[in-house]
């Protein structure tokens, strides 16, 4: 089983409409939860982080991690066009960074 | 600002041919990662280092050395190309916070080509 896995599909969503990304875990020890943003033609930058079950908010991002279910989320409110990018999830565990396959979004304005 | 920087945005080469991909840090971080992204794969760690002269294997090493003499530098070498390796390489850097920081600054990745 793969320490994390990310249905790789892509997702086109008009401007404005809500954005919903997961992954899934394997391991109940892992501890820090990530997710990477990639723009074409660059790098992943972090986009934001958490280490505990609930919910973390920074502007029109929502990161959501329930533990128990080993599931993590990410929301994109209000999405923009420049809100088109891949978007990867990372989980720290097992002195290990995994990162699942990423999901590339499109905004449609 | 943090910076990673890749001495090549694009490189093509010949099967064969030793290949030599560098990364530069310019924030005295003590981890740095080489990873290779392809389509339906996602990122697979290659190799990483966590001090001057350190190095570990990633889940992928086979067919791939690396190099770190400075702190700052941190180098992948393909010792005989091959078309498999034909991929996107992406470098990171990382502060010391547990070996698998969760911070990792990603470098603009170098697209090679192996014909």
């Known amino acids: 089983q793969k320490e994390v896995e990310q249905d790789p599909g892509p997702l086109s969503v008009p401007e404005g409409a809500i954005v919903s990304l997961n992954c899934t875990y394997s391991?109940?020890?892992?501890?820090?939860f990530m997710w990477y943003r990639q723009y074409s033609r660059k790098g992943p930058e972090l986009l934001m982080y958490?280490?505990?079950?609930g919910n973390k908010e920074d502007g029109r991002f929502t990161a959501q991690v329930d533990k128990s279910s080993k599931y993590i989320s990410l929301f994109i409110r209000d999405s923009q066009p420049s809100d088109s990018a891949t978007y990867l999830c990372?989980?720290?565990?097992?002195?290990?960074?995994?990162f699942g396959k990423g999901n590339q979004v499109v905004v449609i304005p | 600002d943090v910076k990673v920087t890749q001495s090549s945005r694009y490189l093509v080469k010949r099967t064969g041919e030793k290949v030599f991909l560098e990364c530069v840090q310019d924030?005295?971080?003590?981890?740095m990662f080489w990873y290779r992204q392809d389509p339906g794969l996602g990122l697979r760690l290659i190799y990483f280092?966590?001090?001057?002269?350190?190095?570990e294997k990633g889940d992928i090493p086979e067919g791939y050395s690396v190099s770190r003499e400075k702190k700052e530098r941190f180098s992948l070498i393909l010792e005989s190309a091959s078309t498999n390796q034909t991929s996107m390489y992406l470098c990171?850097?990382?502060?010391?916070?547990?070996?698998?920081?969760?911070?990792?600054?990603f470098g603009p990745g170098t697209r090679l080509t192996v014909t």
């Open positions: 990372a989980i720290r565990g097992n002195n290990r960074l995994a």
């Open positions: 391991n109940s020890a892992f501890q820090y």
């Open positions: 958490t280490y505990s079950s």
């Open positions: 924030m005295d971080h003590e981890n």
């Open positions: 280092s966590y001090d001057v002269k350190m190095k």
């Open positions: 990171a850097s990382g502060p010391n916070t547990g070996i698998f920081s969760y911070e990792q600054y």
